[in-house]
């Protein structure tokens, strides 16, 4: 049985959606995400009062920016949790940062890139494991950036406070050691401790423009972001990164991602941890 819909949704609409997606965020859409561009883009229409998928298409393609800011959000999907894949976090605590501290003892200095951090989960974790790997007893220059295209999840990332849910995947220890419990109105909340938001910059930024910054980096977490790019605009990317990356930095990307022909300037280590070979 079809489904009722309140505005009508044409397949010449859902190209002209995956057009203006892929021109202003390099995202391809499949056809299977018909449906859910519909679900996300229909709440647009009805806050704008307009009546035709056509029409909101022309309010965005005609440079209204506050709206091309509230499609984007819309449109892109932000998944995430605190340690999610701890395979890399495991790698991370357990090799790269010994190797770290050995290569980067005369500057004590580390820059890392979380791109496509989210609702902030991905930065936040980071900068536990490191804190938590790191000796304690010397002073180190520790930064990471955080990128997102989407503004609202970066406003949320800003703020540091979760449901208490969020964190019920952690360790007691880590609980109290890194987090704050929202009392009265806030109960039912965490937030995140001020000496993590201090060593990390949230910034606005479409990946595919061009970037604030040249680096170097000691690590990137580029982590199911490139599931949405095609393989052209991939190979442009990971070449970016290769270049912001020291030599023989790492690159950890998402489970179902890879490099196999997108680019020859990283070596596979295992378990989607890369290293930058030229």
Known sequence: MEKVRDFDFTDRDFEKVRNLVKSHTGISLSSAKKDMVYSRLSRRLRNLGIDKFSDYCNLVEGGDDAELIKFTNAITTNLTAFFREDHH??????????????????????????????????????????????????TWDLK?????????????????????????GLSNNRKKRWFLNGKGGNEGTVRVRPELQEIITFKQLNLLQEWPTKGPFDFIFCRNVVIYFDKDTQKVLFDRYANVLKNDAHLFIGHSESLFKVSDRFKLLGQTIYKKIK
């Not at 500057?107 to 951090?117: E, P, V």
């Not at 902030?120 to 974790?125: L, Q, R």
């Not at 950036?145 to 964190?167: C, E, F, P």
């Open 144 to 168: 990471i950036l955080a990128t997102d295209l989407d503004s609202d999840v970066l406003q949320k990332a800003r703020n540091g406070v979760y449901s208490s849910d969020r964190i019920n």
């Open 89 to 138: 976090f495991q790698y991370l605590t357990k090799t790269l940062v010994p190797e770290l501290i050995r290569k980067n003892q005369l500057d004590r200095r580390i820059r890392i890139w979380s791109a496509g951090c989210s609702t902030g989960e991905e930065p936040y974790s980071l900068a536990i494991a490191m804190k938590e790997s790191m000796p304690s007893n010397e």
